[in-house]
């Protein structure tokens, strides 16, 4: 059942940690390349890393529907910084619910807790879109344990981590039936990170290349086995797109307070900017995609786990990150030169909407998703009649 009060909890420690720990911070963040640990500390101390995890390791036990708006509030101060605790929030979920006892018992606390993090690890260098293509190897070992050799890409979180699901291959040949996922401890034997890229955005977040050179690793840290690691993969997916799209709605809704209240405040031609019909008309439409954007997020977030999941994710994820980066172009043009300024909250989100359309499958592969699924629905319907035709 339903417990209004921790859902109001949590949202409220959501915006306590957007107002009172992200936005004094995230200046500071965007000149630093370390990682804002305590920050992240907080937010566990918050109950916001537990999210959907049982309340016997410590979590919130939240469904999907209840929790996501977190990532709304989250999203208001730094998208990316939202990004990697939801990423650590979906790979605490994964370990609590399909984890062996034996491995949830020695991670399940740490990481609700923010002692670890966690990271997902499914990108290599020729495979982004095309995730089935994993050339990443595991081999079976006679005594249940696996070894991993390969290399993998855009890991986020990058030897800041204390543990990562990796999605490996588990034949020669490249095919979902072989794809399975293995949490990899940080300190495992073969474990090592390339230099974090370097990106217009956040350079807090460190993002590198992870490479595993002889991993062994013991069964126990198997999460989903041989057949049903590409799945489990893209049940992940599913709910870092909705979360993604929460934080869109996050981004939006900082860009158009800030253009309201300096259109509020800007006197021009004798009366405030926000009096002038084309900035409001300009304002209005950001509004609609922030309502359109938060409609679609929290559909998805109600499905997600049944079969119209994929596809509601997927509407979000399609439409939400453009809205973001309309709404910070259209927020920035209403601050005038002042919206080109450095630091503020505009020119953050300008930069950073952009990075929403990429991240957990871009705006594209949304697009190949839906369109799959209305290509299933034509063929359910029945022919035109023929005079309809003519
Ligand atoms: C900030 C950031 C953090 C990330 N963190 C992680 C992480 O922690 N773990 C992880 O595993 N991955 C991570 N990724 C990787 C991310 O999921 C991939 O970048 C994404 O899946 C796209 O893959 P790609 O970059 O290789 O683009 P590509 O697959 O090379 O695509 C290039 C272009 O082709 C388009 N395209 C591809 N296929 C089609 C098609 N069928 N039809 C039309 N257009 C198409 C794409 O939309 C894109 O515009 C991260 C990425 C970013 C940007």
Wanted: charged share 20%; aromatic share 8%; proline share 5%.
């Amino acid at each position: 059942m339903k417990n209004e009060n921790i859902t109001n909890d949590i949202l409220a420690a959501a915006r306590h940690h957007y107002s009172e720990i992200i936005c004094p911070q995230v200046d500071k963040w965007e000149t630093c390349s370390e990682y804002p640990l305590a920050a992240a500390r907080e937010a566990a101390r918050s109950g916001l890393l537990g999210l959907y995890c049982p309340g016997e390791y410590g979590g919130q036990a939240l469904s999907f529907e209840d929790a996501i708006p977190v990532f709304e509030e989250l999203g208001k101060g730094e998208g990316l910084y939202a990004f990697s605790l939801s990423m650590h929030n979906i790979v605490t979920f994964a370990i609590c619910s399909y984890g062996e006892k034996e491995f949830r018992s020695v991670w399940a606390e740490k990481l609700i807790s923010g002692e670890s993090l966690g990271g997902f690890v499914l990108t290599e260098a020729q495979s982004g879109s095309d995730a089935a293509k994993v050339h990443t190897r595991a081999v079976i070992n006679d005594d249940g344990s696996y070894t991993i050799n390969g290399s993998k890409a855009w890991v986020s979180l990058a030897g800041i981590a204390d543990i990562y699901l990796v999605v490996v291959n588990t034949s020669e040949q490249a095919g979902k039936d072989d794809i399975a996922m293995i949490a990899v401890p940080k300190d495992a034997e073969g474990v090592s990170f390339g230099e974090p890229y370097e990106k217009l955005v956040s350079p807090f977040l460190p993002i590198a290349d992870m490479f595993l050179d002889s991993v062994t690793v013991p069964g126990s840290n198997l999460i989903f086995p041989p057949g049903k690691g590409l799945s489990g993969s893209l049940m992940a997916i599913d709910i870092a797109r909705t979360c993604i799209s929460a934080g869109c709605c996050g981004l939006i809704s900082s860009s158009l307070d800030l253009a309201l209240t300096y259109a509020r405040d800007r006197q021009m031609f004798g009366k405030a900017e926000l009096e002038l019909q084309g900035i409001q008309w300009m304002l209005a439409d950001v509004a609609t995609d922030l309502e359109a954007s938060r409609l679609l997020y929290k559909h998805a977030a109600k499905y997600l786990g049944t079969p119209e999941g994929t596809v509601a994710a997927a509407h979000a994820k399609r439409f939400a990150p453009d809205a973001a980066q309309n709404a910070a172009a259209t927020c920035m043009q209403v601050l005038g030169g002042a919206g080109l300024l450095v630091p503020s909250a505009i020119e953050r989100n300008y930069r950073i909407a952009p990075v929403m359309k990429m991240v957990d499958g871009t705006t594209e592969i949304q697009r190949v998703v839906i369109a799959r699924s209305l290509q299933q629905y034509a063929a359910t319907l029945p022919p035109i009649p023929e005079q309809e035709c003519q």
